[in-house]
């Protein structure tokens, strides 16, 4: 996908929304629990998928949900991005997994989760340097979306690190930024910083942000909006729980779709 | 496993080798290749362990080489770690994963790598802060092993941006150890930089080290022997493609055996 479609699905839909597809089987509604966590876990996906793809224009799934099902739990991932390629194919798909390897390894993972799998994009850990993030430039019309800042409160345990006067997140962006473009480089930027958002998008006018934090975390969607946007959008902001949970009950999809379309209007 | 089991099997068997289990389908012998790849790489998979567990006391299967086959991949992986179990059980199980996110989802990887699947410990990419690694100090006998000076080009990217006059390596690692024993956290050190490997032990004499980068990727194990040993050894010498691809014949295993023989002898 190009961020030309991409900007055009979010001016059509008026959404930035990204709906995180972190499912926990034990946080399922109880009439979806039958004993068969895999299936159940799919059967979930395809309904929060149907009840909210009006109100979003990307799904990201996080592998560590999957991963932690076993054999099971990739099958059930790979069929939840058939599922939304086939009935959805307007959607961009994140794979959330911060992987943060090299050379070999980073290929590896570049073909697993663009070729094995078909994601449009996938979060990164930089930690290791631009090598981690080189492999996945090379697949046209697919994206790294590289971790700068994060919204979580040990962020600042090592991202304000200093290197020729910057902090280490805008060292990093500016690393990735030289080997890249807007159409295969997004970052991660979180909403739980709004002044930050703001700073990162002076040196950084043209690349999407993914922003994590809105809702569970703690980061205000209008706030986001204001510090984040650049004059086409340029953001998808991502809400995970308060979406997938917005009811525990039978009517748990007609609250995803009403948390998400609240989300999203929000957003418009 | 406790560190005083793996020091014990270290002296024992005068060896520090850690064999990568980086299992490439298209690196493998001709004559393994059936066109099955997961059947494959587990078959090849047990002929390089039992042909080289006599000189290794650790096995590190990379995650991206069995998740890049999808749910058989993963399979394979687990059927990896249970073979290696059974014949092998005074073996270090390392689930080579750099994973790096926090929380809600640093749980469910832990739950993955040490529940789902049964290793040891396993590898973590620090850029997100000390969340990114406490669910994985609660598995008593388990280790979170941090990536804090990696052996590629590009680990100077960022790895020595400035905290508090500390390079970050050190600013991770010494966040690390304020949270952790060396019962439950080693550290990856590179083997291209003896020089820091000395450096290093010097402000963290307990914990274990474990070391990619010799052979294939140029370091010397003689030199990371005399920089990096602490009194007990405390070092996980690791080799991957060295051992795995000694030969591409049908003596394939024979070759992996006399290399990990020659590094293990290299290191008594």
Do not use: W
Not at 127 to 135: D, H, I, K, L, Q
Not at 235 to 251: F, K, M, P, Q, T
Not at 252 to 267: M, P, Y
Request: charged share 20%.
């Amino acid at each position: 996908m190009t961020t030309q479609e991409l900007y055009g699905q979010i001016r059509r839909k008026h959404s930035m929304l990204c709906v995180g597809l972190d499912t926990d089987y034990v946080k399922l509604p109880p009439h979806l629990r039958t004993g068969h966590p895999a299936e159940d876990v799919l059967a979930f996906n395809k309904a929060i998928v149907d009840a909210t793809a009006p109100y979003c224009v990307a799904f990201k799934p996080n592998l560590a949900f999957y991963e932690c099902l076993g054999p099971e739990g990739l099958r059930v991932l790979g069929e939840t991005v058939e599922y939304i390629r086939l009935h959805y194919p307007e959607q961009f798909l994140i794979a959330d997994a911060k992987r943060g390897d090299i050379g070999n390894t980073a290929r590896m993972y570049a073909k697993s989760l663009f070729e094995t799998f078909d994601f449009d994009a996938v979060t990164l850990s930089p930690y290791m340097g631009s090598e981690t993030v080189a492999p996945f430039l090379d697949y046209p019309g697919r994206f790294a979306i590289v971790v700068a800042l994060s919204s979580n409160p040990s962020a600042a345990d090592f991202q304000f690190a200093g290197q020729d006067g910057k902090p280490l997140y805008q060292v990093v962006m500016e690393k990735m930024m030289a080997i890249s473009t807007p159409e295969n480089m997004m970052f991660v930027v979180g909403a739980t910083k709004a002044d930050k958002l703001k700073e990162i998008r002076g040196f950084c006018p043209d690349n999407f942000f993914l922003v994590p934090g809105v809702g569970a975390q703690g980061g205000s969607a209008r706030e986001v909006m204001a510090a984040g946007a650049n004059d086409r959008g340029g953001l998808l902001i991502n809400s995970s729980r308060g979406v997938l949970y917005a009811s525990s009950g039978e009517d748990f999809a007609d609250a995803a779709a009403g948390a998400a379309r609240s989300l999203a209007f929000l957003l418009s």
